[in-house]
Structure formats: C-alpha cells, structure tokens
C-alpha cells in the first residue's frame, strides 16, 4: 500500500480537480503576487491531503482497510464536510465533492497498488458489498510499516515514497497547470492586497 507522502499528494491534487468544476470558485485562488500557500487554496487544500491520507489511521484500531476504505466512509467524509461548511457559509456542494474527491483518491491508489499481507486490497464497496478488491496491477510499491525505522524499512520506504512522486508527481503538476489557467480571471480580478479572497 502506498506511503502517506504519495496518497497526501493525490488528495491535494483531488482538490485542485474540483476546483476546475465550473461555479462559486473565486474564493479558492489569491492574486498572482499572494504566497505560494494562498494560491494552492489554503488549508482546504492542506485539508483534502489529510483527508486523502487519514484512512491509515485505521492502522492504530488493529482494523485496516475495512470500513475507513470503503464508498461508505466516502459518502461520510462528504456529508460531514457539507454540515462544516454551511456552517462556514462555504458552498456545501463544492466542498463535500473536494474532501470526498481527496478522500476516494485514498481508495484508488491503495486499489492499485501492490499489497503482500492477506486478506488484500480494501472492502472499497462496504457497507453494500464485504468482499476485498484489489486491481492486482502493482502501480505502487508495498511500504513497511512494522519497525519503520529500522533501517531496511527506511530504505523500502524512500523507494516506495520516489515511485509515487514518480506516477502522482506529474498528474499534480498537470492538474495545478490547468487550475492556473481555469482561475486566472477570478485572480485577475482581486486587488493585490486583498487578503479575504472572496
Ligand atoms: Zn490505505
């Protein structure tokens, strides 16, 4: 199963996609002068790589890639994510599609990666179906979890974590090109000093 470093990254890049969905998406950019951070789509951005990351947490409840890897808990991350953001006076919609967007990268990536420890894959259709999927293609290496900083596991780590920038590297840097352009007018359109980002 792929690392945190490359799932983080698919799930910022689940955020910068949803941003190129036509609509109320001024509020996701900054002027061309703003930080780096500001342009990225500040801590929503961020957010979605938790978001994307965070189904591993499973691994301190002894019960890995059952419930937390499935559409079940997708739909879920959605709906918590609509209630926060009406209450933040956010577009519900857009936001519910960003967290479970970065949320479901989590389940494709792991779908496609290599996985040595049985049962393999994740429950990805719970709670409508129990059974185990995996794609059986290897795309993404098996990291080491147990004794991950011994030094053998560092190693199959740092291998694992290269390969992934590898194959998500380039999608993200797409994606964030694309964006650039998609909300180039929105950008265009704030002062250089506007810190509300509207
Ligand atoms: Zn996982």
């Not at 950019?29 to 990351?53: E, F, I, K, Q």
Request: glycine residues 8%.
């Amino acid at each position: 199963m792929p690392s945190s470093v490359g799932h983080a990254l698919a799930g910022a890049a689940a955020a910068w996609c949803a941003d190129l969905v036509p609509g109320d998406r001024g509020w996701r950019t900054a002027p061309p002068t703003a930080s780096w951070y500001r342009r990225a789509g500040n801590g929503l951005t961020v957010l979605c790589a938790g978001v994307a990351a965070a189904p591993d947490l499973d691994l301190l409840f002894g019960s890995h890639r059952r419930f937390t890897h499935s559409v079940g808990a997708v739909l879920l991350v959605g709906t918590v994510a609509a209630i926060a953001a009406v209450r933040v006076r956010r577009p519900a919609i857009r936001v519910a599609l960003m967290c479970a967007g970065a949320y479901a990268t989590h389940l494709l990536l792991d779908w496609l990666a290599a996985d040595s420890i049985p049962p393999y894959g994740l429950r990805a259709f719970w709670p409508f179906s129990n059974t185990w999927v995996i794609s059986g293609w290897d795309l993404f290496r098996q990291t080491e979890r147990r004794h991950f900083l011994s030094r053998p596991a560092i190693w199959i780590n740092l291998q694992a974590i290269a390969q992934e920038l590898v194959i998500v590297g380039p999608v993200a840097v797409a994606v964030w090109l694309i964006r650039v352009k998609a909300l180039a007018r929105f950008s265009a359109e704030m002062p250089c000093g506007d810190h509300s980002a509207k």
